[in-house]
């Protein structure tokens, strides 16, 4: 413990807050209680700088879909750094991974790479606005930190108050909500098609229909979905179709890439002319990344990998909700098997369940994805350590916070942003224990993503 706070000291006098994604800082786990840093992964497992082996659930954020070092990934990225990284022309790579994203969604007629979900929700914002002529954006769900997004935070210190005026925020399934948002000056309509409650009395469908009757551009950040869901992509799984479309996370196994696609004539915005559009990215050719998601592409279109994804993220959601039911503990798993999320009532409950599966070899985060890599050893790793974390759980229903070891989570800003966290319950939290920066989970409490 001594040994972890001394080098976390040391990360947060050279690094702000010593992390580079908001959501990787201790206290949106159980801070005192889960290792602080990670020092490698394998297949389902990432390890401790202890040597500790955890089922790892956050996978990099979503990112790792085929597990840590997947061999095939690994192949590719090997064979392209013999070659080199980063060439003054395009590599005909480019074209051939651009080729086997438009097979996953016909959709994108062509497709420009990036690095990162900020950055090609952007640059697809930016095309929308190109091809009509028009600002005003309505946004539903998360779409990274640029300017024009972040304008609708509440962390929005350092972001031009112009912008404020150019968003519209509306919330998912709220077709009302959302006719009052779009006007004939919006530009586009960004969404993620879902997050974790399913699409009802055909929102999404009549999200595109409105959309383009009032001439804007549909756009669906497909950033975590991409992949994950069913038949690829969420359009696919629910049968509509934006106009442009998202790709990040999970594209290059956890390396750096993400693209923007969608129909040709809008895309062609990006094409060189005067006084047209620009994205245009040192980066956006760089090669091992690029190798990376042709492994990917090539172990997805083989292995039936969201298939096995939802499988397993069935059977835990399952297990984990019969468990509840048995022990008659107020919490579920929720959302689609490819990323679910579990509900307490109050964040001291979800802490204590969380520190227990930790003991038991499981990290559970704020959101669980599953990989293809998690095998029945890490199910059944995962079902005992659930088994035992709410064993626990029922023991200090009342006071979760005498037997928290560490701090309450709170909540991060993709949660509080998405309106992510919505509890039925209404438990009250009986105490605390730890300084406990205590989320009540059935509010909208902290911020950060
Ligand atoms: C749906 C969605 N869009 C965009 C982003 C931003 O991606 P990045 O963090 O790679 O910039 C995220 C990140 O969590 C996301 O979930």
Redo the contacts with the bound molecule.
Sequence with gaps: MKLRRADWDAATKVIPDGVQ?MSKMPNRYVDGVYPTFIESGDGPYVIDPGGVKYVDYPLG??TILLGHNNRIVKAYMQQQMNVGILYPLPCRKERVLAEEIMKIIPSMEMVRFVK????S?SAAVRIARAATGREHIVAC?????HDWYAASCDRNKGVPKCLQSLITKCDYNDIEGFKKAITDKTAAVIM?PYMFDAPQNNFLEEVEKLTHEKGAILIF?E??TALRSKHGTAQMMFNVKSDLT?F??AMGNGMPI?CVGGKKELMQELEDKPNGCFVSSTFGGEMISIAAALGVLKVYGEGNVPERIWGTGEQIKKFFNQTALQMKLDAKCVGYPCRTRFDFPTAAHKSLFWQECLRKGVLFGHAQFVSSAHDVTAINITQDAINHGMTVLRQYWEKPEDALDGEVTVETL?QKETHELRVETTHKRTGAKGKAMAADLSGVASDN?
């Design positions: 994604t954020l979503g990162t979900g900020s950055e929700c769900g998360y779409h990274g930190w993620e950040d950033t975590i998202v990040g996370k993400s993709r993503t």
